[in-house]
């Protein structure tokens, strides 16, 4: 499965669309771009791999691998990605403004339901990154 984020950006933060096969999963906000510096940008365009995580923070949820020169890249609820994130990905239900969004929790949930159903198969979910043009 490919899930395809795509991102537009601005000073105070980054929105995107998340989709697959064409079909919207949700909405995702993320830090500024500023040259994938660890805990203040969010990550570069690319092709990663998605995969189960566990913590007592987050409890069950999504881990982006492979990211250079970073580690834990994480899809987590958050509605503010400069208040709540350090490079990591959060999905919204709806855009509120740059980097800020709505019922991420709710979004969460749907996203994660529907990756960890391909994961259980022992299936790969790659995650593309672009730019919206």
């Not at 899930?3 to 105070?12: D, G, I, N, V």
């Not at 092709?47 to 999504?62: D, E, G, P, V």
């Not at 970073?70 to 403004?97: D, Q, W, Y």
């Amino acid at each position: 499965m490919v899930l395809l984020l795509t991102r537009t950006y601005f000073p105070e933060g980054t929105n995107g669309k998340l989709e697959c096969e064409g079909k919207l999963i949700c909405h995702t906000i993320e830090l500024p771009w500023r040259m994938n510096r660890k805990r203040v940008s969010c990550i570069p365009e690319g092709k990663y791999f998605i995969r189960k995580r566990y913590s007592k923070k987050f409890r069950w949820h999504l881990e982006v691998v492979d990211v250079e020169n970073r580690s834990l890249i994480l899809f987590h609820p958050a509605n503010n990605a400069m208040k709540e994130l350090n490079g990591c990905i959060a999905p919204v239900t709806k855009l509120s403004g740059p980097g800020l969004g709505l019922l991420s929790r709710k979004a969460f949930e749907k996203l994660k339901t529907l990756v960890y159903k391909i994961l259980d198969r022992q299936e790969v979910v790659e995650l593309l990154i672009i730019s919206k043009l």
